[in-house]
């Protein structure tokens, strides 16, 4: 499994342009070959993660070459993004606790 982790903050103007076309984005990215899952969260000072979980690099590849994700990619730098981070990797280990099995989340993976 591959993990990308995505830090951004946003420029001024990403407005509702933005919200419209990464929501397309992440429509698109979830019906993906090898797409598993994505999370986002925003940090109190405005920065933003993205979490996205990918079956291995060959999907990743075709993912990161989808012309209609290359064309977000060059708006994004040009309009969108103050910076980005991005960091990839592969999942070594992971481990999963409930409480109990009625509050249990669904498995990201299985």
Known sequence: MIVVLFF??????AG???VA?????????RSAPGFVDVKSFTAA????????WWKDLETLRAWRE??????????GRALW??????EVA?????SHFSR???????????
Not at 68 to 73: C, G, I, Y
Not at 100 to 110: K, Q
């Open 66 to 75: 989808d012309p209609v994700h290359r064309e977000a990619q060059a708006k």
């Open 100 to 110: 109990d099995e009625a509050g249990a989340r669904e498995g990201r993976h299985g």
């Open 16 to 18: 509702e342009e933005y």
């Open 45 to 52: 000072d405005g920065e933003r993660l993205t979490i996205v």
């Open 81 to 86: 993004y103050r910076y980005y981070d991005m």
């Open 90 to 94: 592969e999942m070594v280990r992971e």
């Open 21 to 29: 076309n990464d929501q397309r984005l992440m429509e698109k990215a």
């Open 8 to 13: 951004s903050r946003l420029t001024p103007e």
